[in-house]
Nanobody, 124 residues
């Protein structure tokens, strides 16, 4: 069993930055695709970013491209999401997730493990 724990969320002003971390325990995630999703109040959970096992292949939702950067440190079993130039519409609960096959990245239904989420609130 894998446990994913997110941290780094909080309240930030528009234009500011936050760095989310997702620490995995229970087994190594070095061969898995890792993703970040978010869910705003009253909205569906949506894909934000994903990174393949090597850390080289990364994918982003159009809404965050150029502002967010996903990365991973397999030695630390941890994934990060650097969020810059934050906007009010980025306000959501952010979830880390792990996908074991490496075949998918944007479809939440294919992810096998999920964290509890961390709140990100961007004020005007």
């Amino acid at each position: 069993q894998v446990q994913l724990v997110e941290s780094g969320g909080g309240l930030v002003q528009a234009g500011g930055s936050l760095r989310l971390s997702c620490a995995a325990s229970g087994r190594t995630i070095s061969s898995w695709t890792m993703g970040w999703f978010r869910q705003a109040p009253g909205k569906e959970r949506e894909f934000v970013a994903a990174v393949r096992w090597s850390g080289i292949n990364t994918y982003y939702a159009d809404s965050v491209k150029g502002r967010f950067t996903i990365s991973r440190d397999n030695a630390k079993n941890t994934v990060y999401l650097q969020m810059n130039s934050l906007k009010q519409e980025d306000t959501a609960v952010y979830y880390c997730a792990a996908e074991r096959t490496g075949r998918f990245y944007a479809e939440s239904g294919y992810y096998d493990y999920w964290g509890q989420g961390t709140q990100v609130t961007v004020s005007s």
